[in-house]
């Protein structure tokens, strides 16, 4: 009975977390059409409407996939609370901070800044790196989340 309780429980937060990185996503697709609709002159009718629907389904998307969406809140957090701990604790007392992992997140907080100025004073060229910074650091949490989900099983 309570081991069902914390793994609803555990659940519940992932489901939360995941919500989370839905509101980063839809923020981020909000961005792009926003600069879509000022810097390429695209007609978006009812702008508010897929603003808001963007919200909607990059929520509704990250409770459905939390371990995918909640890297997307979660990496800059873990930046900005504490630069030292971005990795497991290494046996020896330190942090163990692996080398691919750093470039995945270090790809998407430039890219994340760069797309963001971009988009705000209306540069493609900034954009468009921004974005490729985004995507290198999707690909590293897809294969981050299919490396550790067989590692869910109980740990001794």
């Not at 609803?8 to 992932?14: E, N």
């Not at 509704?60 to 873990?78: T, V, Y």
């Not at 992992?101 to 921004?130: E, H, R, T």
């Not at 290198?136 to 590692?151: A, C, M, Q, Y």
Request: glycine share 12%; net charge positive; charged share 10%.
């Amino acid at each position: 009975m309570l081991k069902s309780f914390i793994h609803a429980i555990k659940r519940i937060f992932l489901a939360l977390a995941g919500g989370l990185g839905g509101i980063v996503v839809g923020c981020l697709i909000s961005l792009m059409l926003f600069h879509l609709r000022i810097a390429h002159s695209i007609e978006i009718n009812s702008f508010g409407l897929k603003v808001f629907l963007a919200f909607v389904l990059s929520v509704i998307a990250g409770m459905i996939a939390p371990r995918f969406f909640m890297m997307f809140f979660l990496s800059p957090l873990s930046w900005l609370m504490d630069a030292d701990d971005s990795g497991g604790v290494h046996p020896s007392g330190g942090f163990d901070v692996t080398w691919p992992d750093f470039l995945f997140n270090a790809s998407y907080m430039v890219g994340l800044v760069l797309f963001v100025f971009g988009a705000i004073f209306s540069l493609p060229w900034l954009v468009g790196v921004g974005l490729s910074g985004i995507l290198v650091f999707s690909i590293g949490v897809l294969r981050v989340s299919n490396r550790t989900k067989g590692e869910s099983g109980p740990r001794e």
